[in-house]
């Protein structure tokens, strides 16, 4: 029998894919109530504790077979050579009863030090590649991804949906299954469906709290903030979220690297738009700053997911937080 991939690496562009692969692979920890037990996450651009890493990756599994390791942005942990072949050993070593997943939101080259290890480790390991569509393959996208939903949609709601949408795919997803929704599964969903429900205004308040958080202007943030939780599921905001502040990190990081408005737009894959709005934003905080935030992020994530704190409050308290003098 073929050993099953205990190393998957899933990188490219598109966020909401790569979220939904890891996704799946938690959700197959069986009991939700017990699941958050053996799921770990770390980010290697907020700097890692290697033996937390050595002891997530090696415990035994709390009631469920397997357990469930992620690591998102592997590679700004292991820049230097030292430091990738002690990772390496890491991997080669470690136990197959967890699943080690790890997370770049950039495609990797062929070449690359991951990739080439991921090559000779055989059937242990595996990758996959997620980028975002192009423009012109985003109607295509919508009506697959409609099928995947258990929906149909007609092509010129496709389309408009895609003009609304840009190459977003989670913002797409997410006005889809509110389409879907409307029309309760029973028809296909029709361009004047899209025009009365799809009116896409979330990532542009999204844009709005953004400006708030960086203004320090905490009345306009709590008002905008709970606009958008009546408005959108608590789970669907905070996907939008935390994309934006990791744009918004990977934005700086480029600015501080001198780069143009141009070159943020290529690097990050993003419409004209949107990239002006996000390199305006980044500008309004420091890099050490957005590693902070983005830390204090993924903390309230883990907290949300083992149902310590209820998410919309821990996103009010969060608001609170930066915005207070």
């Known amino acids: 029998m073929p ?21 799946k692979l938690c959700a197959n920890l069986g009991d939700p109530s017990s699941a958050g037990m053996n799921i770990s996450r770390f980010d290697g651009r907020l700097g890692l504790d290697f033996e937390a890493l050595n002891t997530a990756v090696n415990a035994a599994p709390f009631l469920a077979s397997h357990r469930v390791m992620v690591l998102v942005n592997p590679i700004s942990a ?6 990738r072949k002690r990772f390496i050993e890491f991997l080669d070593k470690a136990q197959p009863a967890t699943t080690i997943a790890l997370a770049e939101y950039n495609e990797l080259k062929r070449d690359h030090w991951l990739l080439k290890w991921v090559s000779q480790a055989g059937p242990r390991a595996t990758a996959h590649v997620y980028n975002m569509p192009k423009r012109w393959e985003m109607p295509r996208w919508i ?7 258990g929906g149909k949609i007609e092509p010129d709601a496709a389309a408009r949906l895609s003009e609304m949408v840009g190459e977003d795919t989670r913002i797409a997803s997410q006005e889809l299954n509110k389409l879907l929704t409307y029309v309760n599964f029973a028809r296909p969903v029709t361009l004047l469906d899209v025009d009365r429900v799809s009116i896409v205004s979330a990532q542009g308040n999204v844009f709005e709290l953004v400006d708030a958080l960086g203004q320090g202007d905490g009345k306009k943030a709590q008002h905008v903030l709970h606009q958008l939780l009546e408005e959108e599921e608590a789970f669907e905001l905070w996907g939008m979220v935390i994309r934006q502040f990791r744009l918004l990190l990977q934005a700086r990081e480029l600015l501080d690297a001198s780069a143009s408005i141009q070159e943020v737009q290529k690097a990050l894959n993003l419409h004209e738009f949107v990239a002006q709005k996000v390199t305006s934003q980044a500008k309004r905080f420091s890099l050490s700053a957005l590693e902070s935030i983005y830390h204090k992020l993924l903390e309230i994530d883990e907290g949300a997911k083992t149902s310590q704190v209820p998410l919309d409050l821990a996103l009010d308290i969060f608001v609170g937080e930066l915005t207070k003098k």
């Open 78 to 83: 292991f820049a230097s050579p030292e430091a």
């Open 143 to 149: 009506e697959s991804e409609t099928k995947k939903l």
């Open 3 to 23: 050993e099953s991939p205990s190393i998957i690496l899933l990188h490219g562009n598109d966020e909401f894919a790569i979220s939904r692969h890891i996704e």
